[in-house]
């Protein structure tokens, strides 16, 4: 009886698994190993069905049922050898596709963070080469009436405009070079993040720059990327990590760039930052852009512990 309920039983499961692999032909490009594995499974249960009725037959009978039983086991391992197989072949085109996907994601981001900048340097351009001749001209015009002005009140309000110009003038250069750094273009990524620094150490920050790449040029969107993100997080810092010190370490290392930020601020919890989609904007862009060069990016910060960021990005 018991042995009568087990046949039973595994008839059953093995007519279920034959249903759900049969749901599976159409699901994939490569439907033969699912055809050929529901036809084992089904086989499987009709010997099953075939050990039942054996139990029941007379000794000669059953004999000529084992020597079919035996050659149907065999068929059945053929199948799922062969169905086996061709599943591979199903995860191998699983895997491609997949990398396919992620080349595309890295493409479509790649061309996002170049146009992007490409529209920074129009715009800086425009601001640059539009307004700055315009500007220019009123400050000649208003140092031409200073110079020929006599009166006292006049000439101490014409003052008040040049020097209000000078500012615009100086706050437009800054905002063009924020928006594309020439000193980047120009000069290298050394001497852009130096440049950076240096006009930030005055401020409440004590930044410390360390490299070892000194004038070496690397692709262009490597360099912005790199360049983009110590802006952001020294940025980040000054606004909201209340910091005193912040250290910059860029290092070349065989094949790749290794860039630790530390700020000794008051830290923060990583994964509430990044659950939260406007505070976490600005590192999830970092992160972004650094995966888009198949680069690595890690956050490690405690509550007033500080925060330590490092990012590496291969070159070659």
């Not at 595994?10 to 599976?24: D, F, P």
């Not at 999830?284 to 990005?313: A, E, H, P, W």
Request: with cysteine; net charge positive.
């Amino acid at each position: 009886m018991l042995t009568q309920m087990a046949l039973l039983l595994a008839v059953g499961l093995q007519l279920v698994s034959a249903i759900i692999v049969i749901s599976l032909i159409r699901a994939t490009k490569y439907n033969s190993s699912w055809i050929l594995l529901s036809i084992a499974f089904l086989l499987m249960a009709f010997r099953r069905i075939a050990d039942f009725v054996i139990l029941n037959l007379e000794t000669g009978v059953r004999e000529k049922f084992v020597v079919i039983n035996s050659w149907t086991s065999f068929l059945i391992s053929l199948l799922m050898v062969v169905g086996v197989f061709y599943v591979r072949k199903v995860l191998h085109h699983l895997f491609k596709l997949e990398e396919l996907r992620r080349s595309s994601e890295k493409q479509l981001l790649n061309a996002v963070i170049k146009t992007e900048e490409n529209e920074r340097k129009r715009f800086s351009k425009e601001l640059h080469d539009g307004l700055g001749p315009l500007l220019s001209a009123v400050k000649m015009s208003i140092s031409t009436l200073i110079y020929n002005e006599k009166e006292g009140r006049k000439k101490s309000i014409q003052s008040n405009a040049l020097a209000l110009v000078n500012e615009s003038i100086s706050s437009l250069r800054e905002l063009s070079n924020n928006m594309s750094p020439h000193v980047l273009e120009n000069f290298g990524l050394k001497v852009a993040i130096e440049t950076f620094c240096s006009k930030l150490n005055n401020s409440a920050l004590n930044i410390k720059f360390k490299t070892n790449i000194e004038n070496k040029k690397y692709s262009t969107h490597i360099e912005i990327v790199i360049y983009r993100s110590i802006c952001e997080l020294v940025h980040n810092t000054f606004k909201h990590a209340r910091a005193v010190n912040v250290s910059i370490q860029l290092f070349e290392k065989e094949n790749y760039l290794d860039l630790q930020f530390k700020d000794d601020g008051v830290g923060f919890d990583v994964n509430e930052i990044f659950k939260s989609s406007s505070s976490g904007m600005g590192l999830y862009n970092i992160n972004s852009r650094v995966k888009s060069l198949s680069g690595s990016f890690t956050v490690d910060s405690t509550q007033n512990s500080g925060t330590t960021i490092t990012m590496q990005i291969p070159f070659q």
